[in-house]
Structures are given as structure tokens and as C-alpha cells.
């Protein structure tokens, strides 16, 4: 199943919704819609919810974390939350779940 990603604008923060599975074919398109929300100049917060991701891989997990590096240095709070089932558990074993879900700003 490709990746879908929908996002929903409350206040001066958006929340991404992904669903659907990230890989090789996916990341670039989650890599371009997270470096767009960390420069909207009127959000300050992006939440990234992973409770219809199937699968990610390796690729998945980068672009999650690129896209805190650019909330980061953009100055905007950052956290995945949701993940489910196989999703947490490759999060967890690449042991970068409390990275990503911890809110940074």
C-alpha cells in the first residue's frame, strides 16, 4: 500500500497523518510535506501521526528524523505519536522512538 498523507491545521499547529506504508518509493514525499511544515512561518508545532502506517523501513525512519532536525532548527515543537504494532517495534529496535516522540522545540 502506498504512503497517504493528509494533514489537518489547528491553531498554529499541524498534525500529519500517515497512512499506508513508508519505503524507498514513499520517503521523498514524506521528506518534502515535513520541510514544508517546518517553514510555515505561522506554525509552531508538527505532529506527525503514525496510526494508519503499516510499515516503514529504513528510509521511513530517516525522513522522520530529518523532519525533527527541521523542526528543530526551525524553532518548531516536533512528535510522533500513534505508532501501532509493527511500526512501534521497528521504531523501537532502530531505538529511535523516544527521539521522535519526545516533544523538542
Known amino acids: 500500500m502506498a504512503l497517504s498523507i493528509t494533514s489537518h491545521r489547528r491553531d498554529d499547529e499541524v498534525t500529519l497523518f500517515l497512512a499506508g506504508e513508508i519505503d524507498i518509493a514513499g520517503a521523498p514525499d514524506l521528506d518534502a510535506v515535513l520541510a514544508e511544515a517546518a517553514h510555515w512561518p505561522d506554525v509552531s508545532g508538527v505532529v506527525v501521526d503514525l496510526s494508519a502506517l503499516t510499515f516503514t523501513d529504513s528510509t521511513g525512519i530517516g525522513a522522520l528524523i530529518r523532519g525533527r532536525r ?36
Open 70 to 105: 527541521l523542526a528543530d532548527a526551525n524553532g518548531k515543537r516536533y512528535t510522533v505519536v500513534s505508532a501501532r504494532h509493527g511500526v512501534r517495534e521497528v521504531l523501537d529496535l532502530a531505538a529511535v522512538w523516544h527521539f521522535l516522540h519526545a516533544e523538542h522545540r
